[in-house]
Each structure stands twice: as structure tokens, then as C-alpha cells.
């Protein structure tokens, strides 16, 4: 205040054009940070059905040296810092989907659930945000039975998150990781996969629902055979009216690395071989259609479009629309 | 009902393990759609200063035959088409910035205001959501003064929508818009654009703060020179400690076409070729900076990386993070 009174008498009116109009208001507080990001989901109409993007958050880790196991990790390193992901690191996030199709209320994978880390976890948060309440929800659709998508079904006291929910899986996937031959046989991560199927599923297992490819698994709802990233691997065709979207759960893991190599290998495809089949077919018809296609692994929103790029591919997000 | 009686009869346990678990819990009511979009503001970290982009909302309106200036309006729909903007359309997006230096609240750029269209004027309803108070905004600064840009700062009353801010407008942009001579000669929408000018500005004129490139407007933040698009257009370097961001303005209009296509001239640039060097300028340097930016008209949440590609550019969005 000092100089501003000085300058104040020495210039005059002159100065006092010049000053901050703050300087003559009187002093108030500083608004403290926020602190909160927004609550992140993404909601869009399709048709007459109403579809909502909830992020159940994102996971950045030291890439594993086999992330992924056809190329060398410097190789998969470059891809990632040239997405901007922090050096030495990779940043997967994780994006369950809400269809209301006016006679349904219908989730497609639950997310990690609690207790993983304070990053992931975040559909119950998300959800109430949306305005979804999970007591709401009539059919839980896992497209396959790794954790990620498996393990919001349980909340931290073990009871079902969606209590009114059925809950339908993949009836290849429940095969495969019901199948004690298999369990026996698993090693590293894949053995801990087994241990948490059972720790999910096993106080459930009568009451599950297991679906097949082409069934409709909910009303305009239909279970898609993208097999390869495991046995049962599922995608989804949502349609309302003339209006469409794929949702692909896991054809590809994150598009910066596997989108642009679509040939690059996953740790966690079980069938690498069969699981880039399944993506060149996926995105050449998609991409064909310019078919719009939820993510499970892409970026929040994970809406976009996928364009072919020579042989391999491109994600082209879409807008955000700030209204409904 | 009658089907899964019947099934139940006829097949037993078998059909019974296979049946929904939701078709033997009570019929419930469906929950109705949600009807609302997610609040729109998008917040994070650089150094100790908190940052939230703020979305005012987006216009879709049939493409002027002078959109582009210097190429034809075909070319023009044929990039906004590959967007997958809407045949004929051109969608364009508006975000404000809001700063908490920890000492002021700053915002950058102030969106549409009341009126316009109900897609647009939407930052005071996310800046709430944002928890951000308009009444704690300590500085209001204007990166120049078209309309979207600076018709925010007042409510549809008519009264100062930040009242205890101090306005900041570009000296060189002021002069410009407040010169008799250039109003009596502007057509078209520049003359609409003299006149909004004046409406927002005549009651308030004696007292806004008028700033100059170089100059630190709070603090930590420093105008940059990046004229072309108005005479005073301004781009802001938000530094803290070690992290910066760049808040690039209106440098380029929409990316999908001004950013892939950096020598077409977009009719609201009064400038073209002074606007097309500053646009080549200021991306050659923050591509090899690998500097974020911040962008009024990209996407949501409009923030990224720009990259070379050839004579041009493409922007590489900030992939969305759930937690702060």
C-alpha cells in the first residue's frame, strides 16, 4: 500500500487510472484451492437411451519389462513418453459404462472397487455424481473376468455394490476361469487372476447369469464375440433406433500403444495371436462404419472414433458436449 | 412371466440356474434418465497454483461461406466433416481458465454470457460446480475483445458478474475497438463486434486496468505478444516453480481445422498473415518446449500438446486425470 500511495501523490489522476480497481476495493481473503477434481463422468444420448461414461479412475505404474511382450520395453517406452506419459511409466485408466434404455438400468464392468489404490475405485463416487444410484441397477454385464471389470461388484464389506442387480458373465470366460486344470496351471499374475475370481464370484456362482456371443443381454443390448484377450472376451452393440455404438471393453488396452500398433502384444491377452486378429477385424469394420466406440482403457470420456492409419490405427476422441 | 413358468416347469433346476437372477427379485420402478450433463470443469496441479478450465459450453452452426478465407468452403466442410462435425456444420467451443495463485483468482477470458443460445454461457453454473465463487474472483483478465471472450463480465442485469474484480484488458486491443475511425469503417459482424464492444465496455471504461505484453498481470502470469487475430491479442505463460502452461487464447481457432491446416485464415482474424506467422511462431517453440497448452477453443477440457507434423500441427489432449 506503501507504493500505492506514493505513486498516488506523486502523479495524481494519472496514476490512479492505472491502478487495479482491486487496490481501491477493500482487502478480502484468499479463496482457498478447491482441492477436488470434477466428478468425472460422461453422459450422451443414444436414441432414446441414455448412456453414461463413469471413470472409475486411472492407474500410473513403472511399465512392467514384458507390458509388452513382442517388442522391446525401450521400444514400448518411447511410445509411452511420446504420449506424454511420465518417463519410465504407464498410465492405464479404467471406464465403466451406464446404459439406461428406458426400461433397464444396466452397467457394463465395475471397475477395480475399493482397497487397490487411492487412484482407481472411483464408479461409487462417479455414480453418485451421476445421479445413478446403485441400489438402481437392474443387470451388471461383465465383458470378462479380470479384476479391473470384476471387482466393483463387491464393496469394501464384501456385500454386492448392486444388490438388485443380476449379474451376467461371459459364459467362455466363466469356463475358462472356473476350470481347475487351468487355476493349477497359472503362474505370476495370471495365478493371483484365478485367486480373485474365486474370492468374487464363489459367495455368487449359482446366481450368476452366463450369456453367449449374439444373445441380447439387455434391451438393444448385444454380446459381440471379440475373443482373444481372453476365452470370452465380450464387446457390445448398443443400438436405439437408427443410432449405434460398439462398446469394445478391452480390444484393445490403452490405444496411445496398442491403437497405434495394433500387432503389439499385451501382457494380459491370453491368445496375443487370436486378440490382434480380433482387433485388425474390430477397427477395419469400425473404422469402415465410422462406427463410434467407448473404450474401456481409452482416455475419459473414451469416446471416439477409431481411423485406419496404413495397418495400424488412430483414436479420434470425440467433443465433449456440455449439454444433453 | 408366462415364459419363465413355463420353462421353470418344463426344465426345472437346469432352466432355473440359467434364469436372470433380477426376474425373481419384485418388479421396481425403471429409474428415469438422468437428463443432465456432468458439470464441465476440468482442474489440476502446476506447481502450488491450482488451474480449472471452465467450460462455457460450444456453438454447432451451419458453416459460413467465409469461414476459412483463403480456401473453399468445400475444403473447409471437408476438414470439419472429418471430425465428425455434423454435414455442413462447424462446432466451435468456448473455455475459460480460472487461476488460484494461492495469494489471487484470477480468470482468464470470460465465455458468452447470458442470452446468446442455451449451448453457450454456461461458465457461471460449472464455475459453481467448480466451487468457485464469482465474488472471489480478484482479477478478470481479457486475452482481447471479441465477444465471447469478454461478455461474461456481466449478468443478464446487466451488473458486473465479478464484482469485486479488477477488469484487465489488453492496451493495444483497446485501443483498437475504442478507436471512432476503425468503428465508422467496420461492416458486417465487425461492426456488431464495435458495438457489443461498447455495451460491455461504455459503463465500465474509466475503470478497467489496461496491460501491456511483457508485463506479469498477476502473478506468475506474463503476457505474450501473439497479435494477429485482434491487434492486441494476448497469450498468457503461467509459471510455478519449475511448471508452466502456456494459455494460448484464440492463436488458432478450432484445431481440427486451423491447427491441421495453420495458413487458413479464419474470418474472425483481423490479421491473417500477421495471425499465421504468429500461429507458426508460437507452435514451432512450444512444440520443441513440449509445452502444455491451453487452448480457448479446443476441446474440452482444452488442454494438450502441440506437435509438428510437417508444415503443420496436431494436438495430443492431456489424457483426463479422476483425482488431483
Same mark, same amino acid.
Given at each position: 500500500?506503501?507504493?500505492?500511495?506514493?505513486? @498516488?501523490?506523486? %502523479?495524481?489522476?494519472?496514476? /490512479?487510472?492505472?491502478?487495479?480497481?482491486?487496490?481501491?476495493?477493500?482487502?478480502?481473503?484468499?479463496? $482457498?484451492?478447491?482441492?477436488?477434481?470434477?466428478?468425472?463422468?460422461?453422459?450422451?444420448?443414444?436414441?432414446?437411451? &441414455?448412456?453414461?461414461?463413469?471413470?472409475?479412475?486411472?492407474?500410473?505404474?513403472?511399465?512392467? *519389462?514384458?507390458?509388452?511382450?513382442?517388442? %522391446?520395453?525401450?521400444?514400448?517406452?518411447?511410445?509411452? &513418453?511420446?504420449?506424454?506419459?511420465?518417463?519410465?511409466?504407464?498410465?492405464?485408466?479404467?471406464?465403466?459404462?451406464?446404459?439406461?434404455?428406458?426400461?433397464?438400468?444396466?452397467?457394463?464392468? @465395475?471397475?477395480?472397487?475399493?482397497?487397490?489404490?487411492?487412484?482407481?475405485?472411483?464408479? $461409487?463416487?462417479?455414480? /453418485?455424481?451421476?445421479?445413478?444410484?446403485?441400489?438402481?441397477?437392474?443387470?451388471?454385464?461383465?465383458?470378462?473376468?479380470?479384476?479391473?471389470?470384476?471387482?466393483?461388484?463387491?464393496? /469394501? =464389506?464384501?456385500?454386492?455394490?448392486?444388490?438388485?442387480?443380476?449379474?451376467?458373465? $461371459?459364459?467362455?470366460?466363466?469356463?475358462?476361469?472356473? *476350470?481347475?486344470?487351468?487355476?493349477?496351471?497359472?503362474?505370476?499374475?495370471?495365478? =493371483?487372476?484365478?485367486?480373485?475370481?474365486?474370492?468374487?464370484?464363489?459367495?455368487?456362482?449359482?446366481?450368476?447369469?452366463?450369456? &453367449?456371443?449374439?444373445?441380447?443381454?439387455?434391451?438393444?443390448?448385444?454380446?459381440? *464375440?471379440?475373443?482373444?484377450?481372453?476365452?470370452?472376451?465380450?464387446?457390445?452393440?448398443?443400438? @436405439?433406433? %437408427? !443410432?449405434?455404438?460398439?462398446?469394445? !471393453?478391452?480390444?484393445?488396452?490403452?490405444? &496411445?500403444?496398442?491403437?497405434?500398433?495394433?500387432?503389439?502384444?499385451?501382457?494380459?491377452?491370453?491368445?496375443?495371436?487370436?486378440?490382434?486378429?480380433?482387433?485388425?477385424?474390430?477397427?477395419?469394420?469400425?473404422?469402415?462404419?465410422? /462406427?463410434?466406440?467407448?473404450?474401456?482403457?481409452?482416455?475419459?470420456? %473414451?469416446?471416439?472414433?477409431?481411423?485406419?492409419?496404413?495397418?495400424?490405427?488412430?483414436?479420434?476422441?470425440?467433443?465433449?458436449?456440455?449439454?444433453?
Amino acid at each position: 500500500m506503501f507504493a500505492l500511495n506514493r505513486r @498516488s501523490i506523486l %502523479s495524481g489522476a494519472a496514476a /490512479a487510472a492505472l491502478m487495479p480497481v482491486a487496490a481501491f476495493t477493500p482487502a478480502r481473503a484468499v479463496a $482457498p484451492p478447491a482441492g477436488k477434481q470434477a466428478p468425472s463422468f460422461y453422459r450422451y444420448k443414444l436414441g432414446t437411451n &441414455e448412456i453414461t461414461v463413469i471413470h472409475d479412475g486411472a492407474r500410473t505404474f513403472p511399465m512392467p *519389462d514384458i507390458f509388452v511382450k513382442n517388442v %522391446s520395453k525401450d521400444e514400448a517406452l518411447a511410445a509411452a &513418453e511420446s504420449a506424454y506419459m511420465p518417463k519410465g511409466m504407464v498410465t492405464v485408466p479404467f471406464n465403466p459404462t451406464v446404459i439406461n434404455t428406458g426400461s433397464k438400468l444396466v452397467l457394463i464392468d @465395475s471397475g477395480y472397487g475399493p482397497n487397490v489404490s487411492p487412484t482407481v475405485g472411483l464408479l $461409487p463416487f462417479n455414480m /453418485a455424481a451421476a445421479g445413478i444410484d446403485p441400489k438402481q441397477i437392474d443387470i451388471v454385464i461383465l465383458s470378462h473376468l479380470h479384476p479391473d471389470h470384476i471387482n466393483g461388484i463387491r464393496a /469394501a =464389506d464384501g456385500s454386492a455394490a448392486f444388490p438388485q442387480a443380476e449379474i451376467q458373465v $461371459p459364459a467362455l470366460d466363466w469356463a475358462f476361469w472356473a *476350470d481347475e486344470g487351468n487355476m493349477s496351471r497359472a503362474q505370476g499374475f495370471m495365478a =493371483d487372476y484365478f485367486k480373485n475370481f474365486h474370492r468374487v464370484f464363489d459367495p455368487i456362482k449359482d446366481k450368476v447369469t452366463k450369456y &453367449e456371443w449374439g444373445q441380447e443381454v439387455a434391451p438393444g443390448v448385444t454380446a459381440l *464375440d471379440t475373443r482373444g484377450h481372453t476365452p470370452g472376451h465380450t464387446s457390445f452393440a448398443v443400438a @436405439s433406433g %437408427s !443410432s449405434k455404438v460398439l462398446i469394445q !471393453s478391452d480390444v484393445t488396452n490403452i490405444p &496411445e500403444l496398442f491403437l497405434r500398433h495394433p500387432d503389439w502384444q499385451v501382457m494380459f491377452d491370453i491368445d496375443p495371436q487370436q486378440a490382434a486378429a480380433t482387433r485388425h477385424k474390430f477397427y477395419d469394420m469400425a473404422a469402415a462404419e465410422k /462406427a463410434t466406440i467407448i473404450g474401456f482403457h481409452f482416455p475419459f470420456p %473414451s469416446i471416439g472414433h477409431v481411423e485406419k492409419d496404413g495397418n495400424n490405427y488412430r483414436l479420434m476422441p470425440v467433443a465433449w458436449n456440455g449439454t444433453l
